[in-house]
């Protein structure tokens, strides 16, 4: 059986390759549209580097239980989880106050769920209620309010939403089933098979993410034009003005 330590630096061999490959795609499209395609390396780019810190066992802590807590993959969850629901809003064309509440309930869903690890008895209880509390309304917000705004875009962004979110929520499912069935939870796997599931799940999913952001070029371009064309209007230098009977008027008139 391959050792714990060694599990995580194949995982970082496969992340990290993963990372070289979106950069060397997002090098191959026109320079003013890379940066918005930088999130698919990204997120595989911080789980190379938490597999990484998992190997060398850095800020590694240990429950009241005995069990052994990676805390670099908390870490890197918190970072690549805003990154991508948040990435998978603009698509949807979410509000900047759609856009707040699914990053706040990202970082407490898994702030909590890291914070359970030093804490015991009523106090692990309220943490275990604020994690399901907040993992709830994240996915209530993907699935109805973020969902519905997404049908007013094209069709190329709500397909690529659809795709998004509907991974995204997979993702979280298994995370739950994880922490019931994992050794620090009923114990039902072991190390090795904890460890292998969880590495597999996190890497197909991150490289799923990026493909699907990078092969929808036309919904991008949509989020970029729209974005764009927000930047651009200040609302000062407009191309025409209003007549106070409501027709448009070129300025230089």
Do not use: C, H
């Not at 052994?68 to 870490?75: K, Q």
């Not at 943490?127 to 907040?134: E, H, K």
């Not at 999913?205 to 990078?214: P, Q």
């Not at 070029?217 to 989020?223: E, H, K, N, P, Y």
């Amino acid at each position: 059986m391959i050792p714990e330590l060694q599990l995580y630096r194949f995982a970082f061999y496969a992340m990290a390759a993963a990372t070289v490959g979106f950069l060397a795609w997002i090098a191959r499209m026109p320079a003013g549209k890379r940066r918005y395609y930088l999130p698919a390396p990204i997120v595989t780019g911080t789980l190379a580097l938490s597999n990484v810190g998992m190997s060398l066992e850095l800020f590694r802590i240990t429950t009241a239980g005995g069990q052994p807590i990676p805390m670099t993959r908390y870490i890197d969850y918190l970072v690549a989880t805003v990154i991508m629901v948040v990435v998978a809003g603009r698509i949807a064309g979410a509000t900047r106050r759609q856009l707040a509440a699914v990053s706040v309930l990202t970082v407490t869903w898994v702030g909590s769920t890291a914070v359970r690890y030093f804490i015991e008895g009523s106090l692990s209880t309220a943490a275990m209620g604020v994690t399901f509390a907040s993992l709830g309304a994240l996915m209530y917000l993907m699935i109805w309010p973020i969902t519905t705004r997404s049908g007013q875009q094209s069709g190329e962004r709500v397909l690529l939403f659809g795709k998004l979110r509907n991974l995204l929520l997979l993702l979280w499912v298994f995370y739950l089933v994880m922490g019931f069935v994992s050794r620090q939870g009923l114990g039902l796997l072991d190390a090795f098979g904890g460890i292998f599931v969880t590495a597999y799940i996190d890497a197909l999913t991150r490289i799923g993410f990026g493909v699907l952001l990078l092969r929808a070029t036309d919904a991008v371009d949509q989020v970029i034009a729209a974005t764009e064309s927000s930047d651009g209007d200040d609302g000062s230098d407009g191309v025409t003005l209003e007549k106070t009977d409501g027709t448009a008027v070129d300025p230089a008139d």
